[in-house]
Each structure stands twice: as structure tokens, then as C-alpha cells.
């Protein structure tokens, strides 16, 4: 068997896995969320599919599956469809450069547990964030609905205001470890000894805002407000096809950018082997959903912020805030050779 | 009249603000409704027992030998039954309810000069159990109960007659009959709320 293919097997079952089990948690995601957010509330939550209502996605799938498809009269149709492609891959896009742990040896190959190692993974995550977003204003601007065109418009005012705060953010732990690679990134943090959040404590908040922001999580789900705007851009999918919107935007989304969030800010795999070899990947989960708890725990905590007070906070108090850091950063990298 | 100044600001302070501290409360106030017990009934499976002066489906209390004296007075003029209604069709139900189509009552007069009531419909579908009814009843036979499930499968099926009138009645009097009167059964739940109250008698 040639190098070639061989390689290209590994890849594929590499993407088998990654897709396997953020698809799954992403769909168990919902149930958590939902019981998470019923105890906030003094609320149970589901309980009636299966032990503490554990079937309970499986069941909503079925109903989303077996749905009647209603598209709306005056709807651009293959935009329509294309902004459920649109909402979908870019999450799982941001997957393919996230490493899940240190490279390993298994039948005398080096294997390493991350889809695509290039040394630009972090611009591969900005252009998967950017690219996310076509998906929001393409269902709100094909759905031929006022609700809808609202969201997806607001949604354009939120990616004004996140997007240069974003890149800002993570350019101090870029300076900080010298280079883009996420699983230089982490090298980096692992021979330092110290997590970046430590040194960018700042840029970490920013990164926490923009991140809430692009994955549509209160504080800044003016898109989708389910009060105002009854659930915004996606309010004219149904079954599935609205499925997918909140599996990808909520979840995936959420996810893949907490674990981008750990790759930057809390050492990757990084943590005392309590677990033998399958340590790095206990830490990275434990760290990812760490995260993404406390994401969904905001969410059921915080109001909605209007969209342009969003925009006003991102470009009158986070980018100064973010620009200062970034100098002060750079100055004394400079300054202690690195 | 004295203004009383509340300690709340409307502003945070510039350390607040830079540490979240807004954030921080709520996030710690929903951490702290996390682990409490949820106050969910899972409805099918747990039902909550209203107080007994819930303003559920209505009853007839009926003939059984617990009625007050004055109720004695007007037997002779009754054709009453043991165990039937007490109703003496006088219509202050009727008068009372702001609805007027949802009593249809009718009495006869029997051989021997005795009121006999025939019929007491009421159709549930009209009533908004005010319970105004019940305060008008002069002999104490309306009433009204702790059922609240009153869904049906037809309209007919809304519409309560003499007998089952007298059927909901009979089982609430044996069931809850001697309950204090009160809005809360439990002394304890009460007292929480309004502070300790004496009964007298």
C-alpha cells in the first residue's frame, strides 16, 4: 500500500471519529442544555424519553426527521438550501484543526490526533467564522420573511463588531508562542509551563466575547432572539432543516470554539497524567466541556444585549482594550527576546 | 411623609465593571438555583391535592342527616329523597351567576302540594367558577369541589346533571368533609406566610 493511501486512510478515519462525536455531542448537547437549563429554573427538564430523559434527542431527531417540509412561499430556494451547507460545514470545518491530544505511535506510524496540522490553523478558524456567518444572513435573506431578514441582518452588525476584536484577541497568545499552529500553540504553553490565560487574561475575556458572539449565546443572541424576533434567521425551516441551524450554531459552534478557546488560553492537552496514555484527551475534553458548560451557564444567567449596544461595547471599549494589550504584549516580548 | 433610600446603585463602579462583578452575581444566583429541588409535579404521574376551598366542579350536598335545623323547617314543603339532592329549585344560583344560560332548572309540584326538583343542569361550559353560586345557595346544598380535571370528549359530557351533581358532592364530603375550613390546610405553611393567627371556636 502506497504512503499515499495510507495517509489518506488515516485521515478519513480520523474525520470518521472527530464527526462521529461532535455530531453525538452535539446532539446530547441539547439534552444537557435542556436539563441545565430546566434545574436553573427550578424545572426538571426532560424526564419522560429513557433514564432522566436521555433518549430525548433521539426522539426529537425522529420528529424533526418525519416533519412535513414547508418552504415559504416567495423563498429563494437554492439559497435556502445552501444556507443550511453554509451554517453546517464551517462548524465542523473548525473541527479539522483542533488537537485532541500529543502525537502517538501506533504500527510504527506517527499519528497525530488532529485532522489537518498546518502551520495556519488559526487563520483556518477566523475565515470558518467568517464563512459561519454567510449561513445566518443567506436563511434570513432566502426565507422571503421579515423576522427572519431582521435576524440575519442583525447577525451582520454582530460580525462587524466581533470579527476585528477577534483577531486582535488572539494575536497576543499568537506573539506570545510564535506561531499559528494550534498544536505549536499548546507545545508552546506545555514548555513554557504556564497557560496562556495567565499572561492574556484580557485577551481571553475578549476571546469569551467574541466567541459568545459568533456562536449566537446570550449575551449577544440578537439574531435569533427567541422574544422579539421568534428565533430570528431560522424561523421559516422546518424538521430538520431547522435542526440543523441550532445543532451547528449552538453546539457545534460552541464546541469547536471552546475548544479553540483551550487550545489558546488553558494549555490544550496539557494536565497531570492521572489516566495513563488517555490522560491528554481526558484533559482536553475535561477543559473543552468546562467551557462549554460555563457558556451554557451564561446563557441561562444574562439578558440579551441589543445589537447596537454589542457594537458599541466591541468597538468603544474591546478593541482599545484589545489594541492596548496587544502592544503591551508585543513590547515585552520584544523587550525579553522572544 | 418620609422617602426610604434603598442601598442599590445604578451605576456599577469602574472595579466592578472591569471584574464583572454583575455577571458574577447572576451567574452565582443561577449556580445556587442549580442544585435546588425542582418544584415541578410531573402532572400525569404526581397530582396536587387543592385546598378545600378550591373552586373546582361543582356538587350537590344531599339529603343525609347532617344538615342543620333550620333546614328542617322547610322538609314538609320539600318532597325530599335520603341521599338526594337538597335543592328547593329557588333559582338564587340562577339570579346570582352573571351567566344567564348556564342553569336550566325545574321543579314540579307534586300530588300531596310538595315541591319536587326535576332538573338542575349546568352546563361548565359557560361557568367561570366564580363560585357566586355557592354564596346564594340558601340551603346550603350547592357547593363546589376539588376536581379540576373537567376535560371531556363532547360537549354533553360538560354539562353536570342532578346526579352526578350529587355524586361529586357525596364523594368530596367523605373524602375532605372534616378538613378545617381554611385556605391552608398545613398551620405551618401558613403561619410562614401571614404570621400566627388564633382560631376562635
Redesign the interface.
Known amino acids: 500500500m502506497s504512503e499515499f493511501t495510507l495517509s489518506l486512510i488515516i485521515t478519513l478515519v480520523k474525520i470518521a471519529v472527530v464527526l462521529g462525536v461532535a455530531m453525538g455531542l452535539g446532539a446530547y448537547l441539547t439534552w444537557f442544555e435542556r436539563k441545565l437549563a430546566g434545574h436553573i429554573q427550578a424545572r426538571l427538564g426532560p424526564t419522560v424519553v429513557g433514564p432522566f430523559g436521555l433518549l430525548q434527542p433521539l426522539a426529537d431527531g425522529i420528529k424533526l426527521l418525519t416533519k412535513e417540509p414547508i418552504i415559504p412561499r416567495g423563498a429563494d430556494v437554492p439559497v435556502y438550501y445552501l444556507a443550511i451547507v453554509l451554517a453546517l460545514a464551517p462548524a465542523i470545518l473548525l473541527f479539522s484543526v483542533i488537537p485532541f491530544g500529543p502525537g502517538f505511535t501506533l504500527l510504527g506510524r506517527e499519528i497525530k490526533p488532529i485532522i489537518a496540522d498546518v502551520n495556519i490553523a488559526l487563520l483556518v478558524v477566523f475565515a470558518m467564522g467568517s464563512l459561519a456567518v454567510y449561513g445566518t444572513i443567506f436563511s434570513g435573506w432566502a426565507s422571503n420573511s421579515k423576522y427572519a431578514f431582521i435576524g440575519s441582518l442583525r447577525k451582520a452588525a454582530v460580525i462587524i463588531a466581533y470579527e476585528v476584536v477577534l483577531g486582535f484577541a488572539v494575536l497576543g497568545v499568537v506573539l506570545l508562542a510564535g506561531t499559528l499552529s494550534t498544536t505549536g500553540i499548546v507545545q508552546a504553553q506545555i514548555d513554557k509551563g504556564v497557560w496562556f490565560v495567565f499572561y492574556q487574561p484580557v485577551a481571553f475575556i475578549l476571546f469569551l466575547f467574541c466567541m459568545l458572539a459568533e456562536s449566537g449565546r446570550v449575551p449577544f443572541d440578537i439574531q435569533e432572539a427567541e422574544a422579539e424576533l421568534v428565533t430570528g434567521y431560522n424561523v421559516e425551516y422546518g424538521g430538520m432543516k431547522f435542526g440543523i441551524f441550532p445543532l451547528a450554531e449552538w453546539y457545534l459552534n460552541v464546541m469547536a470554539l471552546s475548544a479553540i478557546a483551550v487550545v489558546l488560553f488553558f494549555g490544550g492537552w496539557s494536565g497531570p497524567p492521572i489516566l495513563g496514555p488517555l490522560s491528554p484527551y481526558f484533559w482536553f475534553l475535561a477543559k473543552m466541556f468546562g467551557l462549554v458548560f460555563f457558556v451554557i451557564w451564561l446563557h441561562w444567567t444574562l439578558p440579551r444585549f441589543q445589537a447596537k449596544d454589542v457594537t458599541e461595547v466591541a468597538w468603544k471599549i474591546m478593541l482599545p482594550l484589545a489594541l492596548v494589550n496587544i502592544i503591551f504584549t508585543a513590547v515585552v516580548v520584544y523587550m525579553r527576546g522572544g | 411623609m418620609a422617602v426610604k433610600r434603598l442601598g442599590r446603585k445604578d451605576y456599577l463602579n469602574i472595579l466592578e465593571a472591569i471584574f464583572f462583578i454583575d ?1 458574577l452575581k ?2 452565582s ?3 445556587r ?8 409535579t ?1 402532572y400525569p404521574s404526581e397530582k396536587l391535592t387543592p385546598p378545600k376551598r378550591f373552586r373546582g366542579a361543582h356538587g350537590h350536598f344531599v339529603w343525609d342527616g347532617t344538615e342543620p335545623d333550620s333546614l328542617k323547617a322547610i322538609e314538609k314543603f320539600m318532597s325530599y329523597e335520603k341521599g338526594k339532592s337538597r335543592c328547593v329549585a329557588c333559582y338564587m344560583c340562577q339570579t346570582a351567576c352573571p351567566m344567564p344560560t348556564l342553569f336550566r332548572i325545574e321543579a314540579v309540584q307534586m300530588p300531596d302540594g310538595s315541591k319536587k326538583v326535576t332538573r338542575f343542569d349546568m352546563n361548565l361550559l359557560n361557568c367561570l367558577f366564580c363560585g357566586l353560586c355557592v354564596d346564594a345557595c340558601p340551603v346550603g346544598c350547592l357547593t363546589m369541589t376539588d376536581l379540576y380535571e373537567l376535560a371531556g370528549y363532547s360537549r354533553r359530557d360538560e354539562v353536570l346533571r342532578m346526579d352526578r351533581l350529587e355524586e361529586f358532592a357525596i364523594d368530596f364530603k367523605k373524602r375532605r368533609g372534616d378538613e378545617p375550613d381554611r385556605i391552608w390546610p398545613v398551620d405551618g405553611e401558613r403561619e410562614k406566610l401571614w404570621g400566627r393567627i388564633e382560631w376562635t371556636g
Open positions: 455577571f447572576g451567574l444566583v443561577t449556580l438555583n442549580l442544585f435546588r429541588r425542582p418544584v415541578t410531573e
